[in-house]
């Protein structure tokens, strides 16, 4: 088990200006969107790993996964040696996920109608650790039932490279910065592009210390 250790809430970074990056007719990046927004989602954070502590889940070929990641809200991502898919029990405590902080579904309702999805309510976040060296390969989000609403997620902490794709695995990548405080929002046609991200490069951050955190909201079921 993990905890979000690294985390100095009372830090900042200098505020950077916002702006819209369009990669794909329903894909954007919301520059800084989530910057002044980032010691509360960090604050979420840590109150979600004190009663469902991050961890290194086993894919279904029994690799562990080199992210540490743990879920909120009434269902949560789960990976192990039977598959992918979302469960309301935490495998690790036996109880329920913890529940969606109101602020952090409000925030990904405000990023999804910024993005030009009106009405987005996420019931499930995944929430991922990244450390130095960490990587995700390009992959789909498709376990959710609901298909027809966007993914939206926010990077805390160090840079990142996000890996944007086509429809096919083997469709060239683009690749994309990520910063602290962006947001990347995507649905509709470009919903089941592939997607990862780079390996993560050493650094440190003021809010995170040496560690990258990524918050994807979805609607599970």
Not at 142 to 161: K, M
């Amino acid at each position: 088990m993990m905890r979000p250790e690294t985390l100095s809430l009372g830090l900042e970074e200098p505020a950077r200006a916002a702006g819209t990056t369009r990669l794909g007719p329903a894909a954007v990046v919301l520059t800084a969107f989530a910057q002044s927004f980032a010691t509360e989602l960090l604050t979420g954070i840590c109150g979600i790993c004190r009663r469902s502590p991050l961890r290194h889940m086993l894919t279904p070929g029994g690799w562990k996964m080199s992210v540490a990641m743990t879920n909120c809200g009434e269902a949560g991502w789960v990976a192990d040696r039977t598959g992918y898919r979302y469960d309301r029990i935490d495998p690790e405590t036996a109880t329920a996920w913890p529940a969606m902080p109101a602020s952090l579904r409000a925030f990904a309702t405000a990023a999804a109608a910024e993005a030009g999805f009106a009405g987005f309510i996420p019931d499930a976040c995944l929430i991922n650790q990244y450390h130095p060296g960490a990587r995700l390969s390009l992959h789909q989000d498709r376990n959710e039932e609901d298909l027809t609403a966007p993914i939206v997620s926010v990077s805390l902490g160090l840079p990142a490279v996000f890996l944007w794709g086509g429809h096919k695995r083997a469709d060239r990548s683009v690749r994309v910065p990520l910063m602290h405080g962006d947001v990347v929002v995507w649905g509709g046609v470009d919903r089941l592009r592939f997607h990862g991200v780079h390996s993560l490069g050493d650094g440190t951050h003021p809010q995170t210390g040496a560690v990258r955190y990524n918050l994807t909201f979805r609607k599970a079921r």
